[in-house]
């Protein structure tokens, strides 16, 4: 195939429909085009790949072995082409969404969900609450949001579960490893924090010995606290920055278990827009979820209050 040449998708749809059918009349009755059209078509794609796709005779139509790798690449491009042309062809919606948004999420990718919506709805304005789960159920419950994005304990939930996170130990990579023996210098939410429950109930119950060095009501003056080497914490996984590392089995810490992710909407709201606003941060996380942590990189590091 020469390398200016590009693909037509009309030229694919008459391909598909041909071989689909088993016919050249037949695809054009189906594609509502002139038989001769259908003909041309195909002979441009085969012109364009250098290859025959397909054996026609005056009684069968059948498709090449190059037809077949071509037929691959053709369902492909034309399934994207028509998911583009279903999520492009809704009209815009415009208007005001409340979103509530957990701590740790809020402030390590927010910013990306903001990016993705607005450019997907530009006349629509978001208001978003950041902070930690009883803020945002009780913002819920007085109506102030219509969504919120928190976290619960596995499985204890009554949302729709959006992902479950992985805790893990993260430090300085230039930390000392504190023996199990010795007392670990812990870095931690204010209380209430379902994390440092977590965290406390997992210290307590494998007998290894904690001194709060550092409290925080939100996750950048955590991280501050971690990055300047004042002790260890616990963090999602997809949340850890750059400056910090997962701490090795040497430091002989307890494992943390997960944290769910749900979404939960206000009662009695039917808004397109919170569909779409679930939808693109179902689509989100399932990129980053495969990637198995965030981008470091992107941390946007703006004073957002809020605990987790």
């Not at 198995?292 to 941390?299: F, K, R, T, W, Y």
Request: with cysteine; charged share 25%; aromatic share 6%.
């Amino acid at each position: 195939m020469k390398q200016d040449s590009l693909i037509d998708t009309d030229e694919l749809q008459a391909f598909q429909a041909v071989i689909s059918r088993k016919s050249f009349s037949e695809a054009a009755d189906f594609l509502g085009v002139a038989q001769s059209t259908i003909s041309q078509r195909i002979a441009r794609l085969e012109k364009r790949a250098g290859r025959q796709l397909i054996r026609r005779t005056t009684r069968s139509v059948e498709i090449t072995p190059e037809g077949e790798s071509m037929l691959i690449y053709a369902n492909a491009i034309l399934s994207i082409a028509e998911d583009a042309r279903r999520r492009l062809s809704h009209p815009p919606i415009a208007g005001v969404l409340k979103v509530g948004i957990e701590d740790e999420f809020a402030t390590t990718n927010l910013h990306r969900i903001l990016s993705i919506f607005h450019s997907q709805h530009p006349h629509f304005e978001i208001q978003f609450l950041t902070g930690r789960n009883e803020y945002l159920h009780d913002s819920l419950h007085m109506r102030d949001t219509d969504i919120i994005l928190g976290k619960c304990h596995s499985g204890d939930h009554g949302g729709d579960l959006i992902w479950r996170e992985d805790i893990i130990w993260v430090g300085r990579p230039d930390m000392e490893p504190v023996r199990a023996s010795e007392t670990l210098p812990l870095i931690t939410y204010l209380g209430p924090s379902l994390t440092r429950d977590l965290v406390e109930q997992a210290l307590l119950e494998s007998q290894r010995p904690w001194r709060l060095v550092a409290q925080g009501s939100n996750l950048l003056g955590l991280l501050a606290a971690a990055e300047a080497g004042l002790g260890v914490m616990a963090i999602g996984r997809n949340f850890m920055t750059s400056n910090l590392q997962q701490l090795p089995q040497g430091w002989s810490l307890p494992e943390l278990g997960t944290l769910d992710y749900v979404i939960q909407r206000r009662t009695g709201t039917a808004d397109p827009a919170i569909h779409v606003f679930i939808e693109v941060l179902r689509g989100f996380v399932s990129q980053f979820a495969e990637r198995g942590s965030a981008d470091p990189a992107g941390l946007d590091r703006q004073d957002l209050p809020g605990q987790a």
